[in-house]
């Protein structure tokens, strides 16, 4: 059984931008996640061990995304990404990287990144996830 997990709005500041103060003062991005994932196991077991726990994986994300410095949203997304394919009961991710405040008048700008294992490429549809 494949089920769809999400995690929305995660809030984690970071070092991201390429102007001078951007690389100074870490700065607030949400992030969103959506993953398809193997749960046929679990279900029948009703055990955390059989499936993605999602409170690990954003866990990790959080640190590593702490812990780096980005210059562009295009390589954060792309690094949750990486770290949500880690998990190879995991069969497609989408993920959202939004930058409030990036933009004068407007208030986000995103970037979307999407992964599809069974082609072992980034999902170019989008309508898959």
């Known amino acids: 059984m494949i089920a769809r ?6 809030g984690i500041y970071t070092i991201i931008g390429i102007n ?3 690389r100074i003062i870490p700065q607030k991005v949400l992030i969103n996640l959506q993953f398809d994932a193997d749960t046929g196991r679990s279900s029948r077991t009703d055990s955390i061990d059989d499936t993605v726990n999602y ?12 812990q780096a410095r980005f210059n562009l949203l295009e390589k954060l997304a792309d ?3 990486n770290i949500i394919k880690r998990d190879e009961r995991i069969v497609k991710a989408l993920v959202r990287v939004d930058k409030p405040g990036a933009l ?4 986000s700008v995103y970037i ?5 294992r069974a082609s072992d490429q980034p999902d170019e549809s989008f309508n898959a996830v």
């Open 55 to 66: 409170r690990t994986l954003v866990k990790t994300i959080i640190r590593e995304v702490r």
């Open 79 to 81: 690094h949750i990404l």
């Open 112 to 116: 979307e990144v999407a992964y599809d």
């Open 5 to 10: 997990i999400g995690v929305t709005n995660l």
């Open 20 to 22: 001078r103060i951007e």
């Open 104 to 107: 004068r008048y407007a208030k």
